[in-house]
């Protein structure tokens, strides 16, 4: 979703914050933008702004010669407005009265998240004569902070935050202080990079956008506000109270420059489908045995927290989650309820905030998350909170996000980062720790075996080699997806532990190939989704040779028998056999309890090579973004 670049610095500081925004374009956008403090023949603010690609801004750039030494970039995802330029970032404030459009800009700014009370900030100011050029929330803030400003950008800005409801990450600078940069978070991550030279000072909305920059990193926490000048920073928490180094401190952050090269693949989500095997054995390294330590933090901020203590203690999970996170939670249920035997809810993390529910304080409340900055799931998490239930737990993918700091216990999971908007390896990687909890919460409550401990644990060791031989199946998938190519409609039918599979299935079909795709348990065929099924709606079958396979292939004989077409992917040892109308991918092995995580992975190719086979565009499909940061 939106991203954040700023820098002060005495080089020319456009092509970093070019280069940032490059970095940011995973996270989905669909337009973009520079501006600085040009010291040119005609000083003033400057910028640059775009509905293509970042690299069509970089064109632009180059050819206006835009240069500066403080500057702001931006990448947007269009939430109040549409996508067209005058609406992209940054945005400036241009004074007052008749001829307010024509006046030069004071303030620039740009924003991720929402401002909720825009509308009648926008009313207050346009009745003291403030002209606005976009539709924009963000639009607001900075008129707001061109009303309140009297020579000292720092100080208008606290005042402006005041008067925001809503969530927000900004950087801003005003043309009169050509060395300073303001930034501020409330809802929305924000983080200081330090140049380094230890003079050139950069705010980002995420580590990824200052790779091969600077690896030393300060992460704003909730409410922070700061004051940023050449070689020198002062932090405010959210009471304004001056922060010390050591409550902030710099941190080196691995840079992850070099996980973003594509290297001999077509696509992200292509490389990442391919790097599963890797991810699931750096999620897995070090995993000895079952043991409840594996959940206990190292950055623990909250004193007391022992997963050892919380798993003796809970009753129930709570899982909330939103997207592909949701269905990995979907299917943890699964294996909570079946081999640890503990009664598990799991709840979209965006309904779950805003019901009436009845709270448990004995519950264990896990939130899932690759990006670990989700608006809705860190909502959810809060809520919960709120409701006493304190027991916390999240699987995430970045150690140093949001909702690690805010979980007491946690497992970081190893997938490396994940480029392309479909989530592939993230979810693997996200069901190896739910089952690596499933069994620490069955260990707990005496239900683990230690021979079923031996038994599981060389059942996730073998998963990498497991991974890559489904891997191979590649070129099967892609005679299917030949024949998926011209459909616009698709359904998707698993039972049991493979029934989340199946959804997440339809899910990735639709996301990139934009192919209208459903998934049913199986059970639920005959009433409804028979009435679509016609020759021309593939429906695909996840059919493991487990307990409910005879109950399975009468659904498949249902399908079949009116005239529908069966893609099954079977087990190495189940009896079915390609033909008219049948088509079977067998699988090389049967899995038992990790089943759906080698299942996923001939869907997640196929909903990739039928994307290709309709030229989408995969890695970023239309109006979709890969951290969703507003609600
Ligand atoms: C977006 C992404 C999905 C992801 C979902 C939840 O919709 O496109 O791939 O599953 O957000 O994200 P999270 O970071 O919380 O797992």
């Not at 501006?35 to 023949?41: G, L, S, T």
């Not at 009436?356 to 809705?376: H, K």
């Not at 409550?445 to 497991?466: V, Y």
Request: glycine fraction near 8%.
């Amino acid at each position: 979703m939106c991203g954040i670049v700023g820098a002060v610095s005495t080089r020319n500081i456009v092509p970093v914050l070019v280069q940032g925004l490059e970095r940011l374009e995973y996270r989905g956008y669909d337009s973009c933008g520079v501006a600085v403090y040009a010291q040119d023949a005609t000083p003033g603010l400057k910028r640059a702004r775009s509905t293509a690609r970042v690299a069509e801004l970089a064109e632009q750039v180059a050819t206006t010669h835009l240069e500066g030494t403080l500057g702001i970039a931006h990448t947007r995802w269009a939430t109040h407005g549409a996508p067209v330029v005058h609406n992209a970032h940054p945005h400036f404030s241009h004074g007052t009265g008749l001829d307010a459009a024509s006046k030069p800009g004071r303030i620039a700014l740009v924003h991720n998240g929402i401002i909720e009370n825009h509308d009648e900030l926008r009313a207050a100011l346009q009745a003291r004569g403030y002209v606005f050029d976009s539709q924009t929330d963000t639009e607001v803030i900075a008129h707001l902070v061109d009303s309140l400003y009297d020579g000292d950008l720092f100080e208008a800005v606290k005042s402006a935050l005041t008067h925001l409801h809503g969530a927000y990450a900004i950087a801003v600078f005003c043309k009169d202080e050509p060395q300073r940069l303001v930034g501020a978070r409330a809802g929305s991550p924000l983080i200081l990079g330090v140049g380094k030279d230890g003079q050139e000072l950069f705010l980002a909305s995420d580590a990824m956008a200052l790779a091969g920059v600077t690896d030393q990193i300060v992460y704003l926490e909730e409410g922070d506000l700061i004051d940023m000048q050449l070689g020198k920073y002062w932090l405010f928490d959210k009471a304004r109270k001056p922060v010390s180094p050591a409550q902030r401190p710099v941190k080196t952050v691995v840079a992850h420059s070099g996980a973003a090269e594509l290297g001999p693949y077509r696509h992200y989500m292509q490389k990442e489908i391919f790097e599963q095997p890797r991810a699931i054995a750096d999620t897995l390294e070090g995993v000895e045995g079952i043991t409840p330590e594996l959940f206990d933090q190292q950055m623990n901020h909250q004193p007391g927290a022992n997963a050892a203590r919380v798993f003796a203690q809970i009753d129930s999970v709570l899982i909330l989650a939103c997207g592909t996170s949701y269905y990995s939670g979907c299917t943890a249920k699964y294996w909570l309820e079946s081999i640890a035997k503990i009664p598990t809810q799991v709840e979209v993390a965006s309904e779950y905030r805003y019901r009436d529910s009845v709270p448990n304080p004995n519950t264990l409340v896990v939130t899932i998350t690759q990006s670990g900055e989700t608006a809705d799931t860190l909502a959810a998490l809060r809520h919960a909170q709120s409701l006493g239930m304190h027991h916390t737990l999240t699987i995430c993918n970045v150690a140093t996000s949001a909702m690690v700091r805010e979980c007491s216990l946690a497992y970081v999971t190893r997938a490396g980062v994940e480029i392309g908007v479909a989530s592939t390896k993230a979810f693997t990687a996200q069901l190896a720790g739910l089952f690596l909890l499933t069994l620490c919460l069955a260990q707990a409550k005496g239900r683990l075996s230690d021979a079923e401990e031996q038994r599981h644990m060389k059942a996730m060791r073998h998963l990498p080699a497991a991974l890559q031989a489904v891997l191979a199946l590649e070129p099967q998938v892609m005679a299917w997806a030949d024949d998926f190519a011209s459909c616009e409609n698709a359904l998707f039918l698993g039972r049991g532990l493979h029934y989340p599979i199946a959804l997440e299935g339809a899910l990735k079909l639709k996301e990139i190939s934009y192919i209208h795709a459903e998934a049913y348990p199986a059970g639920e065929l005959k009433h409804g989704p028979l009435a679509l099924v016609t020759s021309s709606m593939p429906v695909v079958t996840v059919a493991p040779n487990d307990a409910l396979l005879e109950k399975l292939k009468s659904n498949m004989h249902e399908v079949r028998a009116r005239g529908g077409v069966l893609y099954v992917l079977a087990d190495a040892d189940t009896r079915i056999e390609s033909g008219e109308g049948l088509h079977v991918i067998r699988m090389p092995e049967h899995y038992g309890e990790l089943s759906p995580m080698l299942h996923v992975v001939p869907l997640q190719l196929l909903a990739y090579h039928t994307a290709c086979a309709r030229g989408t565009d995969v890695d970023k499909p239309r109006n979709l973004a890969k951290s969703v940061t507003v609600e």
